[in-house]
């Protein structure tokens, strides 16, 4: 492939981006950031594009990571991309792909009215604002340190909540009582445990006086009996950091009545890459 005479119309780097990040929360070979933190991002290839809409990999979320592993190279792991930086790379993707220009539909709550609204991905990176883990949240004498989940854990918790759903659904088709019950129980059960996991994925240590837990099958037991204030507090500094990470709502005028109101932008790589 060196001596390929078409290798200088190979496609190059269209653009490129500072991580939220910096770089930081990253175990060693994950990702190889060049010296000016400016990494370079390739637009889509055919292949890319078959495989954005290909159903099973998007589910289970090998489409994102084949496609970062062929615009973002200097990501060398893309399961491990922490929670900070994923809507900055994929949105890097989309311009360095088709333009800074993106069409969203959008329904407006005043009339009801379904229309097409452009929105500047550009100025959504620019808004993209550093999130730091570095400080830690005291509860008496504890000390508990948090950290971005990885994509990996991203995905893991988006397909155990989709399952979830399915269950919840099913429910209803359950004519005998007693079996709907214990479904339903099962169920709680379930979603308690994912929401207490998704919690102590997001912990990186707590420290006592006497000592520093990283060990999360005891973290997850302490999360499951603590005191419900401490719980509660825990949960909400965890949530009041992914808030902080999650994109701006769009400030959108409806074309028809003119009633301004704020839409949150979610990235579904089904209709993200088109």
Known sequence: M?????????????IYIRLPSKGKYYDPGVLEMPE???????????????????PDAVFNGQAVVDI????????????????IDLDTILIAIRVASTGDEMDILSTCPSCTTEGKYGINLVQLLSEKQDINYDNTLKI???????????????????MTQYEIQKALVMLNEYEDSEEKRKQTQD?????????????????????TPETSVTDMSFIREFLDNCDRQTNNAIRE????LKNKNQLKPLRIKCSNCQH???????????????
């Open 140 to 158: 008496r004498d504890l000390e508990i340190k948090f950290k971005p989940i990885t994509y990996t854990e991203t995905n893991k918790n988006n």
């Open 2 to 14: 060196s001596n390929n005479p078409l290798k200088q119309y190979f496609r190059r780097p269209s």
């Open 237 to 240: 500094y965890s949530i009041e």
């Open 187 to 207: 169920t709680i059960k379930k979603l308690n445990f994912i929401m207490s996991e998704a919690i102590g994925n997001t912990i990186e240590y707590i420290k």
């Open 68 to 83: 970062i592993k062929s615009c973002v190279p200097s990501i060398k792991n893309p399961w491990k991309i922490n929670s």
């Open 260 to 274: 301004e109101y704020e839409q949150n932008l979610v990235l579904n790589i089904t209709d993200f890459f088109v």
């Open 36 to 54: 000016n933190e400016e990494i370079p991002v390739y637009p889509m290839t055919a292949i890319d594009e078959v495989t954005s809409k290909t």
